[in-house]
């Protein structure tokens, strides 16, 4: 049995997304430093960097989680859903609505948003330069 790592939740600096080893399936999506207009954090073991999570307030009621995952994540399973389940948690307590999207091609988001309490709404035709997303939601 693997020990649980506590992970360093630091606040964001323009450039950490240099720092991430993108995996394959995402290579295409992340081609900009999106992290750095909004309020986001870095998520490290030691000096690691093992994932980033941004949050944009869309409106009183609502806002959007984006998250990057390091190649090197799929070490830390149950540590990223701890994190991420208390994230939204806390977030909940602010919105009402936590949104968020993911390639439809993508398999492993997809199960890890739908894990986490989030429901498929609708697919957006054409959303990105990759193609089709869906929108998932999270609503109290």
Known sequence: MTRFRKLEQ???????????????????????????NIDSYSYYDGDKIIGIVGIIKIND?????????????KHYVREIYF??????????????????????NWPTAIHFLERLGFEREGLMKKFGPDGDYYLYGRVK
């Open 83 to 104: 994190y991420a389940f208390s994230l939204l948690n806390y977030l909940q307590k602010r919105f009402v609505r936590i949104q968020a999207i993911a390639m439809t």
């Open 61 to 73: 009621n609502t806002c959007e989680v984006r998250t990057v995952l390091d190649e090197c994540s």
């Open 10 to 36: 630091r606040r964001y600096v323009d450039g950490e997304i240099e720092r991430i080893h993108i995996r394959l399936e995402e290579r295409d999506v992340v081609l900009e430093d999106v992290f750095k």
